[in-house]
T-cell receptor, first 114, second 116 residues
Framework: EAQVTQNPRYLITVTGKKLTVTCSQN?????MSWYRQDPGLGLRQIYY???????DKGDVPEGYKVSRKEKRNFPLILESPSPNQTSLYFCASSSVYPFTDTQYFGPGTRLTVL | AQKVTQAQTEISVVEKEDVTLDCVYE???????LFWYKQPPSGELVFLIR????DEQNEISGRYSWNFQKSTSSFNFTITASQVVDSAVYFCALSEAYGSNYQLIWGAGTKLIIKP
């Protein structure tokens, strides 16, 4: 089954404790993105990647890191999480340029930073 | 100023009623793309439709239809004979040129509640 998976689905952590949210897709897509969803703000892009070892900042990259060492994986790293990073996070992938075509989203990761 | 406005924060209707979700966008580009995504209570985001700025033809897919009007910068979504399973948050999004790339701008979403 074609899908984007994220882990964990739920995470409660404390300020400053490094964490990684994994994202994997099995569709051989070149493009992958991370978004955060906050009430009243819709989705905002954090980072995106156009291929292995190629990443670029989105609208709200501060406080986040990403890496793309393999085509299928695109982990999101929070080196020192803060409460304002409490949010719902989505990973997405697409076979074509994601800003002008369909994206496939993971199930989401709800992160709470205390 | 918001580039994608979904003025209806929440809509509640009784099953079988028709309902229209509004989306108004703002762009100076002549080439742009518009999307609708659905987020059911389970949380995932599901693609519904993509429209480019050169295609103003309205689209119908079963009970879903979309009305794209460049003259009013609107891309409205209508559900005919709504069902409880249509209950979800619906997002409209605009993709416009940003330098040499594009940027995707999302509306805040409209929560649709269909009562049995």
């Amino acid at each position: 089954e074609a899908q984007v998976t994220q882990n964990p689905r739920y995470l409660i952590t404390v300020t400053g404790k490094k964490l990684t949210v994994t994202c994997s897709q099995n569709m051989n897509h070149e493009y992958m993105s991370w978004y955060r969803q906050d009430p009243g703000l819709g989705l905002r892009q954090i980072y995106y990647s156009m291929n292995v070892e190629v990443t670029d900042k989105g609208d709200v990259p501060e406080g986040y890191k990403v890496s793309r060492k393999e085509k299928r994986n695109f982990p999101l790293i929070l080196e020192s999480p803060s409460p304002n990073q409490t949010s719902l996070y989505f990973c997405a992938s697409s076979s074509v340029y994601p800003f002008t075509d369909t994206q496939y989203f993971g199930p989401g990761t709800r992160l709470t930073v205390l | 100023a918001q580039k994608v406005t979904q003025a209806q924060t929440e809509i509640s209707v009784v099953e079988k009623e028709d309902v229209t979700l509004d989306c108004v966008y703002e762009t100076r580009d002549t080439t742009y793309y518009l999307f609708w995504y659905k987020q059911p209570p389970s949380g995932e985001l599901v693609f519904l439709i993509r429209r480019n700025s050169f295609d103003e033809q309205n689209e119908i897919s079963g009970r879903y239809s979309w009305n794209f009007q460049k003259s009013t910068s609107s891309f409205n979504f209508t559900i005919t004979a709504s069902q409880v399973v249509d209950s979800a948050v619906y997002f409209c999004a605009l993709s416009e040129a940003y330098g040499s790339n594009y940027q995707l701008i999302w509306g805040a979403g409209t929560k649709l509640i269909i009562k049995p």
